[in-house]
């Protein structure tokens, strides 16, 4: 079994109503190529982890048609949300719409083998200079889900742990607190985040720090191929 990541897909159905090539001419055909290096590498054993912003759609049903074309792809899913996944809604209501075909992380985890995939979207950290005090209760918000998640699946028995968000884990590197504290707390073992496009990509936290190593998956990051992480 390996274990691969992705993340910003920003889907939009078929053809897309959002190009994302408005955002630059290496986004031209995006999907196409993600699909392209999905197909050459995952098997139907293998596990691919979503880091969030994959529909563009508010709704779920308006989803539908982009969560249909993963699901269709090799391999097992499992997603957390992205800021501009509108469309999220709840667990029960999720996996009703897509017949159990992608798995979506919300105060829980996903069994790996002697992995245990945890997550949650994540939040801009207070450290960053553009936090202001209406991101507080959303930040602290999402530090409880991610360390229900994290605790779920040590309670369950697993040492080894992957944690999946959409937002970077932190601003500042030498951080101790907020989900970097969680991540010390629990030995992550490795994280993965997408959310961070353009200049933004060559100042990300990525490698081994510290007991946990650190991937950034946002599409564009990967040239639009999707990633072995195990």
């Known amino acids: 079994m390996k274990i691969f990541a992705i993340a910003d897909t920003h889907l939009s159905g078929n053809p897309p109503a959002k190009p994302m090539s408005i955002f630059g001419a290496h986004w031209e055909g995006h999907w196409e190529k993600i699909k392209t290096s999905w197909q050459e590498q995952v098997s139907s054993q293998d596990i691919v982890l979503l880091a969030g912003d994959i529909s563009w759609a508010?709704?779920?049903?308006?989803?539908?048609?982009?969560?249909?074309?993963?699901?269709?792809?090799?391999?097992?899913?499992?997603?957390?949300?992205?800021?501009?996944?509108?469309?999220?809604?709840?667990?029960?209501?999720?996996?009703?719409?897509?017949?159990?075909?992608?798995?979506?992380?919300?105060?829980?985890?996903?069994?790996?083998?002697?992995?245990?995939?945890?997550?949650?979207?994540?939040?801009?950290?207070?450290?960053?200079?553009?936090?202001?005090?209406?991101?507080?209760?959303?930040?602290?918000?999402?530090?409880?889900?991610?360390?229900?998640?994290?605790?779920?699946?040590?309670?369950?028995?697993?040492?080894?742990?992957?944690?999946?968000?959409?937002f970077p884990p932190f601003y500042d590197a030498d951080s101790t607190a907020g989900f970097a504290g969680l991540i010390a707390k629990y030995n992550v073992k490795i994280c993965i985040y997408g959310h961070l496009h353009g200049e933004a990509i060559k100042s990300a936290a990525t490698g081994t720090m510290g007991d946990t190593t650190y991937h950034l998956v946002s599409c564009d990051a990967l040239s639009f191929a999707i990633k072995q992480i195990i």
């Open 58 to 166: 508010m709704k779920l049903p308006d989803a539908l048609v982009d969560l249909d074309a993963i699901a269709s792809l090799p391999g097992r899913k499992i997603m957390v949300r992205g800021n501009h996944d509108y469309w999220w809604q709840t667990l029960s209501k999720m996996n009703k719409a897509v017949d159990g075909k992608i798995e979506f992380l919300n105060n829980n985890f996903a069994p790996a083998g002697e992995w245990a995939i945890c997550g949650s979207r994540g939040w801009t950290c207070p450290e960053d200079p553009l936090f202001t005090a209406s991101d507080q209760p959303i930040f602290d918000r999402e530090l409880l889900r991610v360390e229900a998640s994290l605790h779920a699946a040590r309670t369950a028995g697993f040492t080894r742990l992957i944690l999946m968000l959409h």
